[in-house]
């Protein structure tokens, strides 16, 4: 098992930044993905960003060219550099381990997930 935790949530306006942090301790599979996913009261959660071991990345289209996803395997932690943000960029940000590579669709019982970060950005 993976024990994930998120960091680094909060408000901004539309416009700036945000970086989330998610720190991994526990055993990461080879040929799995890392990942960010969101979500909003009365939805379900959506695929935001995966990056595989070998630095291969997948993006929603909602937010290509404005975030970056990254690992640091060193250090064990995932990040999301958030750029231009949008007052539709607000929810709960999950991190998830050990996920699917080759779709962005939440599955329920896949993966390790954290207990999520907040992020709003206001108008």
């Known amino acids: 098992a993976v024990n994930l935790k998120e960091l680094g949530g909060g408000s901004v306006p539309a416009g700036g930044s945000l970086k989330l942090s998610c720190v991994a301790s526990?055993?990461?599979?080879?040929?799995?993905?890392m990942g960010w996913f969101r979500q909003t009261a009365g939805n379900e959660r959506e695929g935001i960003a995966l990056v595989k071991d070998t630095g291969t990345t997948l993006y929603a289209d909602s937010v290509k060219d404005r975030f970056i996803i990254s690992y640091d395997n060193g250090q064990k932690t995932l990040y999301l550099q958030m750029n231009s943000l949008k007052p539709e960029d607000t929810g709960m940000y999950y991190c998830?381990?050990?996920?699917?590579?080759?779709?962005?669709?939440?599955?329920?019982?896949?993966?390790?997930w954290g207990q999520g970060t907040l992020v709003t950005v206001s108008s």
């Open positions: 998830t381990a050990n996920y699917f590579c080759h779709r962005l669709t939440y599955s329920k019982g896949v993966g390790s």
């Open positions: 526990g055993d990461i599979y080879e040929n799995s993905c």
